[in-house]
């Protein structure tokens, strides 16, 4: 994948839509892509946040340690965004996210510091990831209620 295709798979992410387009070759240039083969990990919940990942193609699944075991709470596909919220509130990494699928998941690295001086430089970003986060915690409690209600 070029540069330019990688500029474009970020201008698809809703994080990154506003941003300058040079700015956003700049991101993409300043970024690793990566390649993880399925069940490989990308990171593991307690890890340190030092990065977040774009998910270029494939999927990814997202799983917490509970007393049952690893549980899979989420699944992220292509121009989804993984890993910020351990950069963004500076604490360990809360869930463990892998390779899902029959294919290899293809993802774009983005180190904390990179990360960090956008959300700094374009506040619109501040504000879609508020959004993004809003958006997760509706689902994750709508998650909890059908589960609750299973249960009685």
Partial sequence: MSIKEETDALKRIPLFSKLDPAKLKLLAFMSQRLSYEPGQAIFAQGD??????????????????????????????????????????????????????????????IEKDDFMALVNEFPSMGLEIMRELARRIVKTNAQLRNAMAARA
Avoid: F, M, Q, S
């Fill in 48 to 109: 340190a946040g030092d990065a977040a990942y774009i998910v270029l193609d494939g999927e990814a699944a997202v799983l917490i340690d509970t007393n049952a075991g690893p549980t899979e709470i989420a699944r992220t596909g292509k121009h989804e965004i993984v890993g910020e919220i351990a950069i963004l509130c500076e604490v360990p990494r809360t869930a463990t996210v892998r390779a899902a699928g029959d294919n290899p998941l293809v993802c774009l690295k």
